[in-house]
């Protein structure tokens, strides 16, 4: 099998190099990703524009690919570009973040997988959620990092495309999104459905106390007379049994949703 990576954290980020260590031994592997983070740019196409297509070397040595675009960008080119074959398989991540619920159509990570599907190759999307409470470390001179573990998310990537590879696709599934808890409960991967929202969003400015330590530019500093303002956001608390963020958030295991890019709603026949 041909697999063609690609993420929206960027070509250096450690979840990529994760990704194509979980079916490297498996597969034939080809890495074109973002030169920097385009995370929540959604499936942002570059069209008619200069795109800077660069050789780099991750942090094993391998060989990779930036494209100076979109996560979408770096499907396409590495599709129509860069691989000599078509990929049979397009692996979105692995994402270092969480992306469930209906608001995935925001994820740059997802949407380099709807980009795939419509170049009519299947994909899997995949994400780590990172539990603040464990995955967020001081080292010995007090400095705070993020202690990225990918273990147990590269195991169940694996064993998927292996799944993949003896059975395919499900018949009407054209890509999955894999989410995985850092601090997890149980390894075992359940078949979910998207929740109905992830984040609750509002707007801010500098008055906001609650939150204004991550305001940075108060209103007084703005010299054109405008507001400055800020949108925010806060993880939803409350899952629906079933849905990918009960699964992940609540029971703390992995969530395996099966999707269809075409969203048409086929029921509605006379209104």
């Known amino acids: 099998m041909n697999i063609l990576i690609s993420n929206d954290d960027g070509v250096f980020a450690p979840g990529i190099l994760a990704a194509k260590q979980a079916v490297e031994d498996i597969a034939n592997v080809t890495v074109v990703a973002p030169d920097k983070n385009n995370s929540s740019v959604g499936r942002r196409l570059t069209l008619f524009k200069h795109l800077e297509l660069k050789s780099c070397r991750l942090d094993d040595g391998s060989p990779a690919y930036s494209v100076s675009g979109s996560p979408a960008d770096c499907v396409v080119v590495g599709t ?10 397009i692996i979105c991540g692995i994402n270092q973040g969480v992306n469930i619920s209906c608001d995935i159509t925001s994820s740059g990570t997802v949407c380099a997988a709807l980009e795939a599907v ?5 994909a899997i999307a995949v994400s ?11 080292d010995e001179n007090g400095e705070w990092y993020v202690d990225y573990d990918f273990t147990l998310t590269k195991k169940v990537l694996h064993d998927l495309v292996l799944k993949i590879i003896d059975e ?3 018949d ?7 989410n995985v808890p850092s601090n ?25 106390e609650e939150k204004g330590d991550i305001f940075n530019y108060p209103l007084d500093e703005n010299q054109n007379g405008d507001d400055l303002i800020m949108i925010v956001s806060d993880l939803v608390k409350d899952y629906p049994e079933g849905s990918d963020g009960h699964a992940l958030l609540v029971e703390k295991r992995p969530s395996l949703t099966p999707l269809n890019a075409n969203m048409t709603f086929h029921e509605l026949n006379d209104w």
């Open 80 to 89: 129509d570009y860069v691989m000599d074959e078509r990929p049979d398989l």
């Open 172 to 178: 009407g599934v054209d890509l999955f999104n894999l």
């Open 184 to 208: 997890y409960d149980s390894e075992d991967v359940k078949i979910t459905k998207l929740a109905h929202k992830m984040l609750d969003k509002q707007v801010i400015d500098n008055t906001n």
């Open 168 to 170: 395919g696709f499900p």
């Open 118 to 122: 419509s170049l009519g190759i299947p």
């Open 128 to 138: 780590l959620f990172m539990d603040p409470k464990t995955s967020f470390k001081q």
